[in-house]
């Protein structure tokens, strides 16, 4: 990626999200490819390229990306499909990026969409798990996230009022989000928070996600093909890093560092910004700790310092760094694998300035943050960063 | 997370499912830790691997640790895997082998409150059928 804005999105889409709403992953792609033919008012047979994410309801299916293609009368000369978790969207802007500079295609329906919570079949994950996870007992994220969050506390202190504060900026912006979940679109106090059970001590019930289905996608294509096609708005990719089983040799490795510390300074250079130019944040959120970490790793602070800058910076969708204005995750709900597109469809909305009563002022630039898988005995697996700009 | 898991029994580990653990396995049977080492390198790894973590190559061989370790971060479990519905709440933790692997596995003779990061621990082995012996841990 580098700042030269040869790249556009020049739509998104996004279903409402809903416990176990009965609609497949198909339906619910089929929502958001619909949703963007009607905002950019373009022909589909002009999208040549599909980057689609990898799912906990369909992901059985060896040819998921082909059958997606069928289902929805797509013939791409382009076809790529990401298994990176949470990481998977932004990650498929980098590829399709890279794919419509080589000429391979050029305009792509980047998508996820995950009906995690009415399936009832999840694919084995397998490898060790079956073997050194399983039999001990921890819950997956939760449990690793628990461990997480003790040995941060450990090692730089947590400040709990700080996480309060983030379970309800996060909350108030889901409640001015008609495509949250329904059963999040409830306010919380931060004593709520602090009241909130343990389902992995010292991690509580509400650091966390709720699994829910919803879909969401981009289009992405030349800033060139952009002009030509009529794009009534755009945004440019200029700024993205990435990277999978950060220190994954390292036995000994730092469990509160993450792919972060690399990723972040990589876009961050190619956007030619520091923290203090970035307007506002899309962090990926499956647990608020995670936030806590991506701010201190990509520098907005410093190591040990994410309690305290929380507590005095303004994050609401007023403030001086808005963070995840739909609600994130955590508040809108976790469309399953589909969840890392949610802030990222949210950084691009409000970047065109169709956020409704949540919009943010002068949304310039946005950062996106994606996580992906977990990993034995450590954070995450895929850390990711993405800067957007207007034009 | 999403929603309760239908009961089943607890997860038994399912030997060679990822690659050749046998010896792991048949030295725990003996009441024996053994964990990889890098030939080239001398570097321990734990879990087991098909190669070195150090080198990428398959130079590996099987070597009987000491079981004395240190807590390296501790989680109460509420919200166990499906299987362990019976055993809440129990204690996991990430022990860091004085050899300098970590290993996930439980706490045993240990509450709660007891529980700390730094603190010293033994191996101790829970039998979970006539063929298997799982690695854990309990204060030293």
Redesign the interface.
């Known amino acids: 990626m580098a700042k030269r804005k040869d790249i556009a999105v020049i739509g998104y889409g996004e279903t409402k999200v809903t416990l176990r709403g009965g609609r497949t992953s198909y339906e619910l792609a089929a929502e958001v490819l619909d949703q963007i033919l009607a905002q950019t008012g373009i022909d589909k047979n002009r999208i040549d390229g599909l980057a689609i994410a990898e799912t906990m309801s369909e992901t059985s299916n060896p040819f998921w990306p082909v059958y997606m293609c069928e289902v929805l009368g797509l013939s791409p000369a382009w076809t790529q499909v990401n298994g990176l978790g949470g990481a998977s969207g932004s990650g498929a802007i980098a590829r399709a990026a890279a794919a419509i500079r080589d000429g391979m295609c050029e305009t792509v329906f980047v998508v996820a969409s995950d009906a995690?919570?009415t399936g009832s079949h999840y694919p084995e994950q397998?490898?060790?798990r079956?073997?050194?996870?399983?039999?001990?007992?921890?819950?997956?994220?939760?449990?690793s996230f628990?461990?997480?969050?003790?040995?941060y506390r450990?090692q730089f202190g947590l400040k709990d009022e700080a996480l309060a504060k983030l379970a309800v900026t996060q909350r108030k912006h889901a409640l001015m989000n008609p495509n949250a979940c329904d059963k999040l679109r409830v306010p919380i106090t931060e004593e709520d928070y602090l009241k909130s059970?343990?389902?992995?001590?010292?991690?509580r019930m509400l650091d966390?996600?709720?699994?829910c289905d919803g879909a969401n996608g981009v289009l992405v294509t030349s800033t060139e093909n952009a002009k030509k096609l009529g794009a009534k708005k755009m945004i440019h990719p200029i700024g993205y890093g990435e990277i999978t089983n950060y220190k994954?040799?390292d036995?000994?490795a730092d469990?509160t560092e993450s792919g972060f510390m690399v990723a972040g300074p990589k876009a961050l250079k190619q956007a030619e910004m520091t923290p203090k130019d970035i307007r506002m944040i899309m962090p990926y959120d499956d647990f608020l700790i995670a936030i806590l970490l991506t701010l201190e790793h990509i520098g907005f602070c410093g190591r040990g310092e994410g309690s305290d800058f929380i507590l005095n910076t303004d994050l609401s969708y007023k403030g001086k760094l808005p963070l995840n204005t739909s609600g994130g995750q955590i508040s809108a709900g976790q469309p399953g694998l589909a969840g890392g597109g949610l802030n990222l469809v949210e950084g691009v909305r409000q970047m065109f300035g169709e956020a409704g009563e949540r919009q943010v002022s002068d949304p310039r630039n946005c950062m996106v943050t994606g996580i992906g898988g977990i990993p034995?005995?450590r954070n995450w697996a895929v850390s990711n960063v993405l800067i957007l700009e207007q034009s | 997370m999403s929603e309760a898991p239908k009961k089943i029994p607890r997860p038994q580990p399912r030997v060679n499912a990822y690659m050749d653990t046998k010896p792991f396995w048949d030295a725990a049977k003996n009441g024996k830790l053994v964990i990889q080492y890098c030939k080239d390198t001398g570097k321990p790894q734990w879990f087991p691997h098909p190669v070195s973590m150090a080198t990428g190559r398959r130079n590996l061989e099987w070597r009987e640790v000491s079981g004395k370790g240190q807590v390296y971060s501790w989680t109460v479990t509420n919200s166990p895997w499906p299987g362990h519905e019976d055993r809440v709440p129990f204690l996991c933790a990430l022990v860091e082998l004085e050899e300098g692997v970590r290993m996930l596995v439980n706490l045993f003779n240990c509450k709660q409150e007891d529980v700390k990061i730094g603190m010293p621990v033994k191996l101790c082995w829970e039998k979970l059928s006539e063929e298997i012996n799982y690695p854990a841990f309990e204060p030293a």
Not at chain 1, 130 to 143: A, K, N, S
Not at chain 1, 146 to 151: A, H
Not at chain 1, 208 to 211: G, L, T
């Open positions: 995690q919570s397998g490898a060790w079956h073997e050194f996870l399983y039999p001990v007992g921890l819950r997956g994220p939760v449990g628990g461990l997480l969050t003790q040995r450990h059970k343990y389902v992995s001590y010292p991690l966390s996600v709720m699994v994954g040799a036995q000994l469990i034995y005995g």
